[in-house]
Antibody, heavy 119, light 106 residues
Framework: QVQLVESGGDLVNPGGSLRLSCAAS????????MSWIRQAPGRGLVWISY????????YYADSVKGRFTISRDNAKNSLYLQMNSLRAEDTAVYYC????????????WGHGTLVTVSS | DIQMTQSPSTLSASVGDRVTITCRAS??????LAWYQQKPGKAPKLLIY???SLESGVPSRFSGSGSGTEFTLTISSLQPDDFATYYC????????FGQGTKVEIK
């Protein structure tokens, strides 16, 4: 069955960096686009970044553009999010999600990893 | 940017009730709309895609309708497992979620 498992969340100081990972299994990872979506405590869902199946196309929300970098390693069935210049407002649970084959909705989600930005 | 607005923000209902949640887009998204259910501490779960297509394994009491800028999610007979927060999401132009509708016990 499809599984997405995020890791790397932690408590980090403002201005710091963190790298999140998402390990995929149960499907042909290289066939699917992937995204990162975050949810601040008590708030709604916000899409922040997308990467195409081959890793050739990336998109970012304005709130993270220039600070976050999405990447993937299809040989390792893994998705990454490099987060630099972290701010308090980046505090959230970060989910990786698989893009559907037929459209761009998200058909499978990981359980999430918590990033807390605080001094 | 396309904005998504859900109403109501909170909905109080009883088991067996018919429940309808509305989602409006700031511009036409044709039928590029999905609905998700999220329970506390859990990841969202896909319910509906392309406005009205039921995801495999999702109970048939869930249905979606609409096109253009106005969409609805209907639960025909609310069950105890359905108390959760529901989000709409457009995927016509990048990806935007509504702010969520919490369905709570009346």
């Amino acid at each position: 069955q499809v599984q997405l498992v995020e890791s790397g969340g932690d408590l980090v100081n403002p201005g710091g960096s963190l790298r999140l990972s998402c390990a995929a299994s149960g499907f042909t990872f290289s066939d699917y686009s992937m995204s990162w979506i975050r949810q601040a405590p008590g708030r709604g869902l916000v899409w922040i970044s997308y990467i195409s199946n081959a890793g050739s196309t990336m998109y970012y929300a304005d709130s993270v553009k220039g600070r976050f970098t999405i990447s993937r390693d299809n040989a390792k069935n893994s998705l990454y999010l490099q987060m630099n210049s972290l701010r308090a407002e980046d505090t959230a649970v970060y989910y990786c999600a698989r893009g559907s084959r037929s459209g761009s909705y998200f058909d499978y989600w990981g359980h999430g990893t918590l990033v807390t930005v605080s001094s | 940017d396309i904005q998504m607005t859900q109403s109501p923000s909170t909905l109080s209902a009883s088991v067996g009730d018919r429940v309808t949640i509305t989602c409006r887009a700031s511009q036409s998204i044709i039928t590029w709309l999905a609905w998700y259910q999220q329970k506390p501490g859990k990841a969202p779960k896909l319910l509906i895609y392309k406005a009205s297509s039921l995801e495999s394994g999702v109970p048939s009491r869930f249905s979606g309708s609409g096109s253009g800028t106005e969409f609805t999610l209907t639960i025909s007979s609310l069950q105890p497992d359905d108390f959760a927060t529901y989000y709409c999401q457009q995927y016509n132009d990048y990806w935007t979620f509504g702010q969520g509708t919490k369905v709570e016990i009346k």
